[in-house]
């Protein structure tokens, strides 16, 4: 099917690996420019720079810091030319759970400021590029999570921040269309996903039980099942009527135990 993104040009932020690192190279089969961001390891960016050159280059940048995302789009600009497409992926969670009255003010600062202040200061750099240069298309899409929408126990700074996102959707939907006509901003939340943020719960065998008695499919995701969401919301032609969505992606779920622990095959996990 034709998606209309060959030779856009799009900025994924958080694409070393998992999500973002299948998104970026769902973008470049379809024949996109893509400015891809890492913060501290290349990861399998490293790994495709080789076979796209024409296409894709790694800028490292740190989300939280507005003179690094602002350089990003520079860069951007400088090498590709105007940015259609931004994909706000960057994140962080603690992946030992925390109960909020045990929870250091540290962590939860730390989370904040790449989780909801990142994807801030990725959208207001994005829509300073789309006033520089006036088109009449532009899409943001911000990588969520389940987190936002149902809450999560002992996480509590990484929901918040997810959930704080549909804020962001519902101001910047309206915002958009005054510098881009035809802008469009939506939100893709993934559910348990097969990524390196999720691999020690995945390895666990009580772990695995519990997260699929939560799913009516019975599996987690691929990253390519969160990057085909993305790729849709993203094309113009496909998706060019749809703006301040929440699209979730995750088997199903709907916040509650739908299953006995004896009907899970948790062999089956990941289809």
């Known amino acids: 099917m034709e998606t209309g993104l060959k030779d856009k040009h799009v900025v994924i932020t958080g694409a070393a690996s998992g999500i973002g690192l299948e998104t970026t190279k769902r973008f470049l089969a379809e024949g996109s420019r893509v400015t891809a961001t890492y913060h501290s390891d290349k990861k399998g960016l490293g790994d495709i720079v ?9 800028v490292k940048t740190d989300v939280t810091e507005e003179e690094s995302v602002q350089n990003l789009f520079n860069r951007a600009n400088d090498i590709f030319g105007r940015v259609d497409v931004t994909v706000a992926n960057a994140g962080i969670a603690n992946h030992k759970g925390v109960a909020v009255q045990d929870m250091e003010l540290a962590q939860w600062k730390e989370i904040l400021a790449v989780n909801l202040t ?15 240069y006036p ?9 969520g999570s389940t987190a936002g929408v149902f809450g999560e126990a002992w996480y ?16 910047l939907k309206n915002e958009i269309p005054y510098i881009a006509r035809k802008g469009r901003v939506n939100i893709v939340n993934p559910g348990w ?7 020690d719960a995945l390895d666990e065998e ?25 790729l849709y919301l993203s094309s113009d032609q496909l998706a060019g009527h749809i703006s301040g969505q929440s699209i979730t992606v995750a088997g199903g779920m709907e916040g509650r135990v739908l299953f006995s622990p004896s009907e899970i095959d948790s062999s089956r996990v990941r289809g």
């Not at 080789?50 to 790694?58: A, D, E, R």
């Not at 099942?225 to 993305?230: C, F, R, V």
């Open 206 to 230: 009580e772990s695995v039980i519990r997260i699929l008695q939560t799913l009516p499919m019975r599996k987690v995701a691929l990253p390519e099942d969160i990057s085909n969401a993305i």
């Open 50 to 58: 080789g076979n796209w050159t024409k296409q894709l280059q790694i």
């Open 135 to 143: 088109k009449e298309h532009g899409t943001l899409i911000m990588v």
């Open 118 to 132: 990142g994807v801030f200061l990725t959208a207001k750099h994005f829509f300073k590029n789309l006033e520089k």
């Open 156 to 171: 509590c700074d990484y929901a918040s921040t997810k959930a704080g996102l549909r804020g962001l959707l519902l101001s």
């Open 193 to 199: 996903t097969v990524t390196p943020m999720a691999e």
